[in-house]
């Protein structure tokens, strides 16, 4: 079946310290990445997405490149804020039978400090 | 309105009792999803809906979840004769439909917790 695998937080860092969040996935067929950020008392919020191999998806600052040859597609952020501070999920969808249904990584609690 | 809205945000109930959950899709977006989000768990698929069919009910956990969509707008999540182990946040989510590899937008979610 497809499954997640996310770098067990939690993850404390100083404001401007370089972040990175690893990811590795098992699937069937070419499934689409994706990292939703979810912040204190809201809703899950798409931050990146990429849908084929060598894809590099970005936004705010962060990136994360569909390695299809490692199974992998961590999340970087080259100078992290306070207002970073979130819990990051790693999420694939396989498609095919699939359809539509998301797998979710277990989730990654970053805390930022000034 | 411009995202998914979910209603009530927080949920309060004993156990035994039926709750209904609702969820008001993105405008246009006519794929549906509801997960579940618990500690014990992690984020979880429920149920996908396509219009007002349901292709893929998987996920829910027991016969006492059911959900249904009308209009290919609104749908409504019950759980009957809750437990606690139903306690968790439940959240929805539509796409526009087109492919099955589509980005998911999420609304707030509903908070339930069973006494």
């Known amino acids: 079946g497809n499954s997640v695998t996310q770098m067990e937080g939690p993850v404390t860092l100083s404001e401007e310290a370089f972040l990175t969040i690893n990811c590795t996935y098992t699937?069937?067929?070419?499934?689409?990445l994706f990292w939703y950020v979810q912040y204190p008392g809201e809703g899950l919020q798409l931050l990146l997405k990429?849908?084929?191999?060598?894809d590099k998806g970005s936004n705010k600052g962060f990136e994360a490149t569909y390695r299809k040859e490692t199974t992998s597609f961590h999340l970087e952020k080259g100078s992290v804020q306070v207002s970073d501070s979130a819990v990051y999920f790693c999420?694939?969808?396989?498609?095919?039978?699939?359809?539509?249904?998301?797998?979710f990584g277990q989730g990654t609690i970053l805390t930022v400090h000034p | 309105g411009a995202g998914v809205s979910q209603s009530p945000s927080n949920k309060v109930t004993e156990k035994g009792k039926d709750v209904e959950l609702r969820c008001d899709p993105i405008?246009?977006?006519?794929?549906l999803y509801w997960y579940r989000q618990s500690l014990g768990q992690g984020l979880e698929f429920l149920i996908y809906?396509?219009?007002?069919?349901?292709?893929?009910k998987s996920g829910l956990p027991s016969d006492r979840f059911s959900a249904e969509r009308t209009g290919g707008s609104v749908s409504t999540l019950t759980i009957q004769r809750t437990q606690q182990e139903d306690s968790a946040v439940y959240l929805c989510?539509?796409?526009?439909?087109?492919?099955?590899?589509?980005?998911?937008?999420f609304g707030p979610g509903t908070r339930l917790l069973v006494l």
């Open positions: 990429a849908t084929k191999a060598d």
């Open positions: 699937a069937t067929g070419y499934p689409s």
């Open positions: 989510a539509s796409s526009l439909g087109e492919s099955g590899q589509e980005t998911q937008y």
């Open positions: 405008s246009g977006h006519t794929a």
């Open positions: 999420v694939l969808n396989a498609g095919g039978t699939s359809y539509g249904k998301l797998t």
């Open positions: 809906f396509q219009g007002n069919s349901a292709p893929d």
